[in-house]
Structures are given as C-alpha cells and as structure tokens.
C-alpha cells in the first residue's frame, strides 16, 4: 500500500481510548518487546493491533532497503554514497566499490586504542608533561555524540578530564580555556570536512592561545576528519590523524575517529563495549521479524502520532540525569536526517516529515514544562527511559524516586483526571460557581501517549544500544517516508549567507540586503561603535 494512502485510511478510523486498549489482555505481547538488555513499551499509546498491523504491512519494503544499507549499497542518493556507520562497530566484511572496508575500520580502531591508551598512561605528553585536558573542538555531529555520550558514562570515565568546545561564540572557548593549563592539554579538531567555520575558528584561537605559552602548539594537536590534505594544511602531525571515509554521515559519526575524546575518556576497553552494544542492536533490527524489532516498533509508533495523529512533536524524556545532552543529540540526528520536504525522486511530500523532537531529563522537565504536556490543547508523544538501578547504589533511595516518578508521569498521563474527580478534591474549599470554576483548572483530560524504554542500568554497552536504536528508528521512518535521511542540504543556505555578511558586519555594502537585514545590522554596528 502506498504510504500516504494508507496514513489517510488510518486518519479515517475511530481511535479507540488508550485506557479501553489497554483491557485486551493480549495487547502487551504486541506492544511491549525485548531486544537484548532493553524493554520497550508502547502500550500508552492509542495505536491499536489492527493499525499496527496496517503500519506494519507498510513497511513491507523495510527488510530490502534495511539489507541495502548493511551491505554499502549507495543509498544516500543525493550524495551518491553509502551509509556505513554501523561498519565502524561492525565485524563482517562490507563491499563498498569492489573491496572491503572492515580492514581500515580495523587499523584505524587500532590506531585511537593506541593514541588514547599512550594518552591516559602519560606515553604521550605536552610539553608540561602528562595530558591533564582533552578539548575536542567540533560541531553538530562532532560534538554532540561524544559530548553526550562522555557525559552519559561519567561513573567510566577514568582518563583524564574532556571538555567540547563548539559553538563560533568566543564564549565558549574563554570559558573552558580558563581552567586549562596549555602545556598539559591536547587538543583534538573534529572536523568531518575540516571547512566548518565554528570548528577553524575555535581550532586557530586554540593554538594561538597554546602558542602564547608552549613551543609547538601543533604537537598537542589531534585530528578527526575525513580531509587528511587540509588537517596537514593547518599542521596537525598524520601520526595524530585520524580519518574515516565519506560513507559516515556526520551525525552517525560517533562510533568512529569522532569517538576519540569519548575513548580517553573511559577507555578502550569501555568504548569496545559501547560499540558492543550498538552492534547487538543492530543484529536484532537485522534479524528480528518487523512486528517484534524494536526500532521498527519504535518507528511505527512515531508515524502513527506524527503522521496519523498529526500531532507536531515529541519529547524524549530520560529519567536519568547523565543522559541530559540525549536530547541534543536526538534533536540532529532525527530532525537534520528527516526534517525534509522531498521524496527520494525530489517530489513534494504529501504531508510531514519528521517532528520537532525535544526533551530534558526527568524529574526536572516535570518542574518546567510538563504543565502544557498534561493539560496543553495538544498532546505531545512522550518517549520516557529508564534505568532499574542507578550508579549510585549508595543513593538507591534517590533512584527509586525516579522510578516512580517516571512510572507515575506515564500513569498520570494516561489516566488524567475527570470534572467529578477534580471536583471531589477541593470540594471541602469551594462551592457552587466557584467550585466548578476551581475544578475546571484542576482536569486532566488524560488519554495521552507515551512510550517507555526500560534497561537494567546505564552501562558503555547500553549507551550504545540507545543511540543505535534511534538510528534505525530514524532509517526506518525515513524509509517509509521515501525520503533520505543522510543528507542536509538545508542547513546550507544559512552558511552561505553568514560568509556573504561576514565583510557587512566589518561595514561593507549592505544594500543588496532585504531592509530588515540592513536595519538589524545597521543598529549592531551603532551600537559595537
Ligand atoms: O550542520 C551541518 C553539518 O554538516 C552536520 O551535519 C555536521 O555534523 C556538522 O555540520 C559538522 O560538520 P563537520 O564535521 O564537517 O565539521
């Protein structure tokens, strides 16, 4: 069935109440699932068997287009490249153009392990002797993976401290280069094409600020890219090069050279697991049947909310606090691969793409803005995670606070609170007008999705399990779409127009601006004198 027909005969059905769904005594077996250490649950939600079934028979296609991408096929078409992040945990031969790509994967896996293991033992040093701080300078995809997940494994972290550096903003290099001292600092420029302008920028003040105190700021540079001519042009040693090929989309880069800060920081050992782990989920999405595979499950309910339900975004909401960057990392790799407005053959699409995606960790967002996720006109899909036991096993009190809050939200949810309800408890305060005046604030009309991903504690191996779910999620909803998920044209123009008004900010000719431009820069440059 083509995609779009088939959303609009799911548009068209009834929606029974999730509360009435969740009385069949079988819908747990369809919409609860286990892949290796998780458990996933979407039982909250109003997407019942039969239109599962519909979603599922949509995806008919999946396992081919699945296949195509394991094996190197050039699937990311307005690129003309393959999609082989998973080759980097990956242990089987990949035919990209007639050879296999494992054994590069392998040397230069070889290579970090070496590099990072001469790192956290004080083989290698900076001129004032052991490396105390890594800055990985980089943005989007080469920041946001190994920032998230450095974070995320704080309790594995054993190497020595890793700060990131991203944004253009000099902010952000002043205030992590004040706690530095230079000569104990390796700096590591993650630059996929090594043109990003944030990233230069950043990389250049780093060195110049090195070169105020050490002789050879360029021996305590590293570098992460697939461009080993420019890495040399700016001066970084091949011996601290680290490439990886263009069949690795930026946001999916973490697995790789783009991990380097992530494996000083924990460790080979642990950076292996988190590659394990990824690496178990991808042999479940390969092998699972579609109705039990937890990212085509995690896929389907997305389309049913966004596509089916219309319903605009969804947040991701980890009850664990080390995860608080998860949410930043969701935002690029689901809305730069699917926020598109073409299919594969460059025809518009009939209705949306992917939803604005946001989230912060429980309990806090329970405190700021689940006020509107509770009684705001429009729901919003809630995806909900969480660990059985913390890392803290002195503060296990706090962690079972967090269970049940996060349990307690999805109930809450669910279930909303009726007139009478609300009615009952103020009634001792209020009465006649006034009391269905106080109550009618006090409902909760309930009813409202939410998922659950469950794991038994937030270890290198689960990390990777998480982050490699949400890629399949993303390539299968990508997939049903016909869209491609592994380009981002859109973000072009902006870097366009910024080198066109970088001469304006300096007091060039403005006159070709639109006049809101003009007036905007007009007014910063009065005001910078
Ligand atoms: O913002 C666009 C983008 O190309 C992202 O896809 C990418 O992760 C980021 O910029 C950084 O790019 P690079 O690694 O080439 O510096």
Redesign the pocket.
């Known amino acids: 069935m083509n995609f779009w027909t088939g959303i609009e005969t799911l548009r068209g059905q009834p929606k029974q109440r999730i509360a009435d769904l969740l009385k069949d005594d079988n819908r747990n077996c369809r919409m609860q699932v286990s892949a290796g250490a998780f458990m996933f649950d979407m039982s909250k939600t109003t997407l019942a068997v039969d239109a599962l079934d519909t979603l599922l028979g949509m995806a008919s296609d999946l396992p081919a287009r699945r296949d195509a991408m394991f094996a190197g096929e050039r699937i990311n078409q307005t690129e003309d490249r393959a999609v082989l992040h998973t080759a980097l945990r990956g242990q089987d031969a990949v035919m990209v153009d007639g050879s296999d790509v494992m054994p590069g994967v392998q040397a230069t896996l070889k290579r970090m392990r070496a590099f990072a293991g001469d790192v956290r033992d004080g083989t290698f040093q900076g001129q004032g002797g052991r490396i105390t701080d890594v800055v990985n300078i980089?943005?989007?995809?080469?920041d946001l993976g190994p920032a998230m997940a450095t974070l995320a494994l704080a309790p594995f972290h054993d190497g020595p401290r890793c700060h990131f550096v991203s944004n253009v903003d000099g902010a952000d290099w002043a205030d992590t280069a004040r706690h530095l001292d230079p000569a104990t600092t390796l700096v590591i420029v993650?630059?996929?094409?090594?043109?990003?302008i944030e990233?230069l920028t950043n990389a250049r003040t780093a060195r110049d600020w090195m070169a105020e105190t050490i002789s050879d700021p360029a021996a305590q540079f590293a570098a992460l890219s697939t461009a080993e001519d420019k890495t040399t042009a700016f001066g970084i040693d091949p011996s601290r090069v680290f490439g990886f090929e263009d069949w690795v989309?930026?946001?999916y880069s973490v697995w790789g050279p783009i991990g380097l800060s992530l494996m000083i920081a924990i460790g080979p050992g642990n950076f292996d697991a988190f590659l394990k782990g990824a690496r178990e989920m991808d042999a479940h999405f390969r092998t699972a049947p579609l109705a039990e595979n937890m990212p085509v499950l995690l896929a389907l309910q997305g389309i049913w909310h966004h596509q089916v339900c219309g319903y605009p975004t969804r947040a991701v909401l980890p009850y664990d606090n080390r995860l608080s960057r998860l949410p930043a990392y969701l935002q690029?790799l689901e809305m730069?691969s699917n926020g598109k407005g073409v299919t594969m053959a460059g025809d518009p699409l009939p209705g949306p793409a992917g939803p604005v995606v946001w989230g912060e960790p429980g309990t806090n967002g329970q405190h700021a803005f689940y006020q509107l996720i509770h009684q705001g006109i429009t729901p919003v899909p809630c995806e909900f995670m969480i660990a059985a036991m913390g890392s803290e096993p002195a503060l296990d009190h706090h962690h079972r606070l967090l269970i049940a809050n996060c349990l307690a939200q999805s109930e809450a949810l669910l279930k909303g609170r009726g007139l009478d309800e609300a009615r009952a408890t103020i009634a001792d305060r209020f009465e006649g007008a006034e009391l269905e005046r106080q109550a009618a604030h006090r409902v909760f009309p309930g009813n409202r999705p939410s998922t659950t991903l469950i794991y038994p504690r937030l270890t290198p191996e689960v990390l990777g399990g998480i982050v490699a779910l949400y890629e399949h999620r993303v390539f299968v909803e990508g997939m049903m779409l016909d869209i491609n998920s592994f380009d981002?044209w859109g973000?072009e123009l902006g870097k366009e127009l910024a080198t066109s008004l970088g001469p304006l900010v300096e007091g060039g000719d403005a006159s070709a601006k639109d006049a809101s431009t003009r007036t905007l820069l007009a007014k910063l440059q009065a005001w910078r004198g």
């Open positions: 980089g943005i989007g995809g080469s993650a630059s996929k094409t090594f043109t990003t990233t989309g930026g946001r690029q730069e981002q973000v």
